[in-house]
């Protein structure tokens, strides 16, 4: 059973550019977390999604930063016109979302960098 | 007040001994509790669920105070391993879910 899959796992983008994250969540999870963690901090919370549907988007900066989880393939960020300050570890998370288990279990991360 | 607070840390210990993380979360109405632990450039991984009636998994034992709002973690034995970020998590109100910021756990030889 493969675990949370994130690609890439590192990617490069100059200012002004477009970067798009991607997320496949475990087999049997239909919820998808997305954080951010800068370097020596904590992970910040960005989004919170089901298949189709953005549940919470609380964490998202308002500009630039977009969020989806079609019903195929793989829950996407998009982050753009990347600015310096967006480089980051993006981690995706995924649960089974039901009552009795609300635990999340994380991909590897993707590593943003903006030169 | 943030939602969730730790330990600032770090906490610096000798392998073999006992040491006891606290957290205290401020939404009476949150629902689930856990425990992650992170590698330095690694995504968190679970370490346990907390329950009402505290529970132990190996040298780890979790435990839940509703009354006081607040989850404690306790590693005994420590080892080198061990060595790592641990992160109390909440969730309220639902799925929203707070991370804590994390107390960094050194132990040395």
């Known amino acids: 059973n493969a675990g949370v899959m994130q690609n890439p796992r590192h990617l490069v983008r100059r200012r002004g550019q477009e970067a798009r994250l991607r997320c496949s969540p475990m087999?049997?999870?239909?919820?998808v977390y997305w954080y951010r963690q800068l370097p020596e901090e904590g992970l910040k919370f960005m989004v919170y999604?089901?298949?189709?549907?953005?549940?919470?988007e609380s964490g998202m900066p308002k500009e630039r930063f977009s969020a989806e989880f079609p019903k195929e393939g793989p829950s996407i960020l998009r982050i753009q016109q990347v600015v310096r300050g967006d480089s980051a570890a993006y981690f995706c998370?995924?649960?089974?979302?039901?009552?009795?288990?609300?635990?999340?279990?994380f991909g590897p991360g993707t590593r943003l960098t903006v030169t | 007040r943030k939602e969730v607070e730790q330990d600032p840390g770090p906490f610096n210990v000798p392998e073999g001994a006992t040491v006891a993380f606290n957290c205290t979360y401020s939404?009476?109405?949150?629902?689930?509790f856990f425990w992650y632990r992170q590698d330095c450039r690694k995504e968190p991984k679970l370490l346990m669920s907390v329950y009402s009636s505290g529970n132990e998994d190996g040298r780890f034992t979790a435990q839940l105070n509703r009354a006081s709002q607040y989850i404690s973690l306790l590693i005994r034995d420590s080892k080198l391993s061990d060595s790592a970020t641990y992160l109390c998590v909440v969730n309220s109100s639902g799925f929203k879910t707070i991370f804590g910021a994390g107390t960094r756990l050194f132990v040395k030889a």
């Open positions: 999604l089901q298949k189709e549907n953005i549940i919470d």
């Open positions: 998370a995924s649960s089974r979302g039901t009552v009795d288990s609300y635990e999340q279990y």
């Open positions: 087999k049997g999870h239909s919820h």
């Open positions: 939404n009476s109405a949150s629902q689930s």
